[in-house]
């Protein structure tokens, strides 16, 4: 298997633990904090669908999703490119409120399905590519990508525990 085919597998497993952790919950549910001060499954599935948003726009050198349409407007949040999720307090995750599961799994697919065109462009070779030059050493293309799938999953499995002690 090569490294493009690894990706796909990575990504292509993120869907579904996104699904299992948000599927079926109410707006309430989404918002409800399994302790205080703990994130939101809401806030978690917000927060690791920007970060893939935010990064892979970066690498297409195109606009984020976030910034167009009504995905914003469904967290009850402006469409601010730079509002990711890093650095929130709790009065900054009681902000993010989905009008639904299915408004959360709504831009999450929007976001997966660009991430998962990307990849279908790329060569093995391009993985070698530095990104990020902000770093030492200097972030390549294959290593943004297994950073942004790695947030994905720890955050998605995150939702999965707070679903499970809301007993949900």
């Not at 302790?35 to 892979?56: E, F, K, M, Y």
């Not at 297409?60 to 999703?65: A, G, M, T, V």
């Not at 950073?147 to 939702?159: L, T």
Request: hydrophobic share 45%.
């Amino acid at each position: 298997m090569d490294a493009i085919a690894l990706l796909h597998e990575l990504y292509g497993r993120i869907p579904g633990e996104v699904r299992r952790a948000v599927e079926g919950l109410t707006p309430e549910q989404l918002v409800a904090r399994p302790a205080d001060g703990a994130n939101t499954i809401g806030w978690l599935v917000w927060h690791l669908t920007r970060v893939q948003d935010h990064h892979v726009s970066e690498l297409l050198d195109e606009p984020q999703l976030w910034q167009s349409g009504d995905w914003a407007a469904s967290f009850g949040l402006d469409a601010d490119p730079h509002d990711t999720g890093y650095g929130h307090d709790a009065a900054d995750v009681a902000r993010v409120r989905p009008a639904s599961a299915d408004a959360a799994l709504a831009y999450f697919d929007a976001v997966h399905a660009r991430t998962t065109a990307y990849l279908a462009t790329l060569a093995p070779a391009d993985l070698d590519r530095v990104v990020d030059e902000r770093w030492d050493p200097p972030v390549t293309l294959g290593v943004r990508l297994v950073s942004i799938a790695d947030d994905d999953v720890q955050h998605a499995g995150q939702a999965a525990y707070a679903r499970g002690l809301l007993g949900a």
